[in-house]
């Protein structure tokens, strides 16, 4: 339930990688940026604030969700996933394992937004081919790798976890 003050914020409440946070918050502030500014979450990173670099990609409700395109209060009660949230007790997330080993990213700026896409692909399509990959990455910008790393690092990924290696040694299934 979301509780308007005389000031104009509004009250919400939303579960970001675990954490239970309750903040107020302009009606207008979109999810991006109440991630960044009101959460301390920088990893979400923002680029073209139009839907269309992909870059603040984030999982709401398992789903991965352009943060720029929603408001935050439009995510009241919502369970939120962060590239913040993917390690778990030290451990990378065998995506962030996969991007690292296979040199996908350069300068980093799109990684956050492509590895939580990646995670809920991955959900999904548990063998994907190339050119599904490619499919999910056109909705991705990246300026500096040319792609062929970040493809070689999902499909590491993803024949990892066909092998039963664990996302990152905790046996959580983000
Ligand atoms: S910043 Fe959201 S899609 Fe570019
Ligand atoms: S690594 Fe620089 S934009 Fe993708």
């Not at 940026?33 to 409700?61: I, K, P």
């Not at 995510?75 to 996969?98: F, M, N, R, W, Y």
């Not at 063998?127 to 790798?145: A, F, N, Q, V, W």
């Not at 062929?148 to 039963?164: C, L, M, P, S, V």
């Amino acid at each position: 339930m979301i509780k308007m003050s005389a000031g104009e914020r509004v009250e919400i409440s939303l579960k970001i990688n675990g954490k239970v946070y309750e903040e107020r918050t302009e009606p207008r502030k979109l999810l991006s940026d109440f991630l960044r500014e009101e959460c301390g979450l920088s990893g979400t990173h923002v680029g073209c604030e139009h839907g269309v670099c992909g870059a603040c990609t984030v999982l709401v409700d398992g789903a991965a969700v352009r943060s720029c395109l929603m408001f935050a209060i439009q995510a009241e009660g919502a369970d939120i996933q962060t590239v913040e949230g993917l390690a778990k007790d030290g451990q990378p997330h065998s995506l962030q394992k996969a991007f690292s080993e296979c040199h996908a990213l350069q300068c980093g700026f799109c990684t956050p937004g492509i590895l939580m896409s990646a995670v809920d692909f991955l959900d999904s399509h548990a063998d994907p081919t190339t050119d599904e990959i490619k499919e999910m990455l056109s909705g991705h910008l990246c300026r500096c790798t040319g792609y062929k790393g970040i493809i070689d690092a999902i499909e590491q990924a993803a024949f990892r976890r066909k092998e039963g290696e664990n996302v990152n040694g905790s046996g959580d299934t983000i």
